[in-house]
């Protein structure tokens, strides 16, 4: 017992060995901009005034949280972010259903599909921008031969946070069609040859068997897409740069504005921190529906 012990003893050690440098590297890498980045949060450190001290503790958050302008943009991305993800998983589900039927060239789509998702988001955004300008884009062009009017499609406050919302649905929605068609192809078909035998109808399979079955990966699909919408910055900054007006402001553009050309870097930092907050809160319920998964 005590040299299995003492074995098991000289394993752990061996491995903290091997991660050391790993952690060491992503705690300098990430740790000490993390901590730095609160300590700005609790400062009065501004562009304008350089200088950590005094600390004013949270008297950053206080005035963040008292700005209207800051729960514009926190309400615009929760906004924002369920409208884009829900129609991602509509959507995504419809195709992932469609391609589950195709046998011979699902590759192909599949490889089709993955296009968008594997581009970056500043040159899709880029793309669009050139498609959709008002005067020379091909977008105004195509609906002008339709007989349509012109739109000022990111110029417009009632427009331009739909657009930014249809690119990114565009873009992201190749994400949950490639897990939705794992978790379809991953289905055991008894259940649906029972069904089968008692007389079910395709939409009666689809709602009593398939969505039951596909929940708990239907749920880390959405669960992972929320996450990555509340952090959207990338399409904001290059579309609208927040505007027209705030029309487009997201909670990290917000916080952006506010440390950059606000000039108020501790309160920029304190925005942020209240989104990495609302983040790591949809991580944990991440984790725990994967953890739950893994136990069922």
């Known amino acids: 017992m005590t040299g299995f012990m003492n074995w098991a003893h000289r394993e752990v050690r061996i491995g903290w060995a091997f991660a050391s440098p790993g952690l060491i590297l992503l705690a300098i890498v990430m ?22 001290l005094p600390i004013v503790g ?24 369920v409208v884009t993800v829900a129609c991602q998983f509509v959507i995504g589900l419809g195709i992932a259903l469609m391609l589950n039927r195709v046998v011979r060239t699902k590759p192909i789509y599949f490889a089709i599909l993955t296009i968008p998702m594997a581009m970056s988001p500043v040159s899709v955004a880029l793309i ?37 919302a249809g690119i990114d649905i565009w873009q992201q929605m190749s994400f949950v069609v490639l897990i939705l068609a794992a978790g379809l192809a991953s ?12 007389g079910a ?13 596909l929940r708990p990966v239907a749920a880390i699909a959405v669960i992972i897409q929320l996450i990555n919408e509340f952090r959207t910055y990338d399409l904001p900054y290059v579309l609208t740069k927040g505007g027209p007006g705030t029309s487009t402001e997201v909670l990290s553009f917000f916080a952006y504005r506010q440390a950059f050309l ?35």
Not at 132 to 153: A, C, F, K, Y
Not at 201 to 213: A, C, E, H, N, V
Request: charged share 15%; hydrophobic share 55%.
């Open 31 to 52: 740790g000490f901009p993390l901590l730095y980045a609160c300590l700005l949060s609790v400062s009065s450190y501004t562009l304008l005034k350089p200088a950590i």
């Open 128 to 164: 669009w921008r050139m498609l959709l300008q008002p005067n020379l884009g091909i977008v105004n062009h195509l609906m002008e031969t339709l007989g349509l009017p012109r739109l000022d499609w990111l110029g417009s406050a009632s427009l331009a946070l739909w657009t930014m």
């Open 201 to 213: 109808r395709g939409w009666q399979q689809f709602w009593f068997i398939t969505l039951p079955m």
């Open 58 to 81: 949270t008297d950053n958050f206080a005035t963040m949280m008292a700005s209207e302008r800051f729960w514009g943009a926190t309400w615009l991305t929760v906004k924002y972010s």
């Open 262 to 296: 606000g000039l108020s870097i501790n309160e920029g930092a304190a925005a942020a921190f209240v989104l990495l907050v609302i983040v790591l809160a949809m991580t944990v319920v991440f984790f725990a529906l994967l953890e739950r998964q893994s136990k069922s």
């Open 187 to 198: 289905l055991p078909r008894e259940p649906y040859e029972a069904a089968e035998v008692d």
